[in-house]
Nanobody, 126 residues
């Protein structure tokens, strides 16, 4: 069974940076497209970025485009989300998720992601 574990969250000041990591075990990461989602208090979970199985294709929500960068290291079994120029609106629980769909990223469809991490808190505050 695929297991995903996020790390790297925490408290950061506005304008700061964090890098989230998602370690995958139980299978080979190259078989999965990966996504990062987030859920702020009182809001629905939103997809913010995805990366294809090969890592050649990526996609970003408008809210994070130009500030966040997704990457994956299939050899290390880890997906990353580099987050720069963070604002209080980025405060949320962040989740990584995996998809074995034949075609993933594109498209970026939440229903394709069937394996999820437990989530990690990111708080942007002064």
């Amino acid at each position: 069974q695929l297991q995903l574990v996020e790390s790297g969250g925490g408290l950061v000041q506005p304008g700061g940076s964090l890098m989230l990591s998602c370690a995958v075990s139980g299978s080979t990461l190259e078989n999965y497209g990966m996504g990062w989602f987030r859920q702020a208090p009182g809001k629905e979970r939103e997809g913010i970025s995805c990366i294809s199985k090969s890592g050649w294709s990526t996609n970003y929500a408008d809210s994070v485009k130009g500030r966040f960068t997704i990457s994956k290291d299939n050899a290390k079994g880890t997906t990353y989300l580099q987050m720069n120029n963070l604002t209080p609106e980025d405060t949320a629980v962040y989740y990584c998720a995996a998809s074995r769909a034949a075609y993933v990223c594109p498209p970026f469809t939440r229903a394709d992601f069937v394996s999820w991490g437990q989530g990690i808190q990111v708080t942007v505050s002064s």
